[in-house]
């Protein structure tokens, strides 16, 4: 497959401060590329960017073989995008809305508009105004927007932000159903894990403005990372043991006296009776096996050394 998005050294610094920087992304031609990482990352940035809302301070942006400057945007032409809220004119209808959306793009066919309304099933509701809409029917709203003029290339900003359970599987069901029956490509991105793990192909991770690593779905599942978790009054003084008594390095301690142990040399038992014999009260201990948001926590960030 090629690459359709492809970018080299990619930066932006406002005011001294580098939102990005140094990126290399390559997204394939019919994937849906999962873009992680927490608020305030450089996800957003990013993804303006590509959208080009906002330039870029070094670097470059190709996007279907095309560079991407500030005099040659006809790539854009490509690309439908969903940056942060959508934004509509909540007193006007669903439909309306669209309208005036393709008057503006100069490519206004009320078919390709019946037919938006149809893929994201909101097309019983578009004479309604939007000020009506739940939260998922506006997101669904604003892929109807993005559609329109058929694009290759969909950028989603945390789409599920905000939802409920049953908008949350609708817009994952919607993403899945237009990569998968339209052949559009998306670069989707989250903070919430197991949501880009339901519907990606590939994933790359942003820290810091950098991207960190990337790699598919199925490399991740080979290497997921089991762990032993403990509930235990006594967290921090587990640690010290499993780790002096025990050899065991690989742990995190998390909230509400719970310990990880990924390091798997030693067995629960063995765990288990050397705590005890340390008089370490037990709540619990039980193996789990290993999710997407475990394994990047652990292998990309490093998870929590005690010692």
């Known amino acids: 497959m090629k690459d359709i998005v492809h970018t080299t050294g990619l930066s932006r610094t406002v005011k001294g401060r580098k939102l990005v920087e140094g990126v290399e992304l390559r997204i394939r031609q019919g994937e849906v590329y999962g873009l992680l990482g927490q608020n305030g990352a450089g996800k957003t940035t990013i993804m303006k960017m590509l959208a080009g809302h906002v330039a870029p301070t070094a670097g470059e942006i190709s996007l279907f073989g095309q560079r991407l400057t500030p005099s040659s945007k006809s790539a854009l032409s490509r690309v439908g995008s969903i940056i942060e809220y959508p934004v509509f004119f909540e007193h006007m209808s669903a439909i309306a809305n669209l309208r005036l959306h393709a008057e503006y793009l100069g490519y206004y066919d009320e078919q390709a508009i019946a037919q938006a309304m149809e893929l994201v099933r909101l097309k019983d509701v578009g004479a309604r105004p939007v000020k009506e809409f739940s939260l998922g029917m506006k997101q669904r709203l604003g892929i109807a927007r993005a559609v329109i003029a058929k694009p290759e290339l969909i950028i989603l900003d945390e789409p599920t932000n905000g939802l409920d359970p049953v908008g949350i599987k609708d817009m994952r069901d919607l993403v899945r159903m237009l990569n998968q029956e339209y052949g559009i490509t998306f670069l ?84 288990s009776r050397m705590l005890v014999l340390h008089d370490v009260e037990i709540e619990g201990i039980q193996k789990h096996a290993g999710t997407l948001e475990d394994y990047f926590y652990h292998q990309i960030t490093g998870g929590d050394r005690v010692g």
Request: hydrophobic share 40%; net charge negative.
């Open 188 to 271: 989707v991105s989250s903070h919430i894990l197991s949501e880009i793990e339901q519907v990606a192909h590939r994933i790359g991770v942003v820290a810091e403005g950098r991207l960190t690593t990337e790699m598919s779905l199925e490399d991740v599942a080979k290497q997921r990372t089991d762990y032993i978790e403990i509930a235990t009054p006594q967290a921090e003084r587990a640690a010290y043991l499993l780790e002096h008594e025990l050899g065991i390095a690989s742990l995190k301690l998390l909230d509400g006296g719970k310990l990880r142990v990924y390091d798997l040399s030693r067995s629960q038992s063995e765990i």
